[in-house]
């Protein structure tokens, strides 16, 4: 089942990421408040345009792939909300590692 999201298609070098949820309890239960959650670095790739061009017109084509898991920069990205969730427009350039299984 493909969601609706998957059909936004970013132009160029962008890539479409949704950023992992940070635990709010802990194993045992307890809540933990929200200035102690800190900012969520990772997350998952969901979309990639195709690729910039260089000074030839060549395409030079992104370096992660559908369903990557990477590292993000603290800042930067752009935040849009679709169906009432939240997703992150990067930059190829910016996703800083992709997590390996």
């Given at each position: 089942m493909?969601?609706?999201?998957?059909?936004?298609?970013?132009?160029?070098?962008?890539?479409?990421?949704?950023?992992?949820?940070?635990?709010?309890?802990?194993?045992?239960?307890?809540?933990?408040?929200?200035?102690?959650?800190?900012?969520?670095?990772?997350?998952?790739?969901?979309?990639?345009?195709?690729?910039s061009?260089?000074n030839?017109?060549?395409?030079?084509?992104?370096?992660?792939?559908?369903?990557?898991?990477?590292?993000?920069p603290?800042?930067?990205?752009?935040?849009?909300?679709?169906?009432?969730?939240?997703?992150?427009?990067?930059?190829?350039?910016?996703?800083?590692?992709?997590?390996?299984?």
């Amino acid at each position: 089942m493909a969601s609706a999201i998957q059909k936004l298609r970013p132009l160029l070098d962008r890539v479409i990421i949704e950023k992992f949820m940070p635990e709010t309890t802990t194993k045992g239960g307890v809540l933990l408040p929200e200035q102690s959650l800190g900012k969520v670095l990772k997350g998952t790739v969901i979309s990639t345009g195709p690729g910039s061009r260089d000074n030839n017109g060549n395409v030079i084509p992104v370096s992660v792939k559908e369903g990557d898991e990477v590292l993000l920069p603290e800042y930067g990205g752009t935040k849009i909300t679709f169906e009432d969730k939240d997703y992150h427009i990067y930059r190829d350039s910016e996703i800083m590692a992709i997590f390996s299984e």
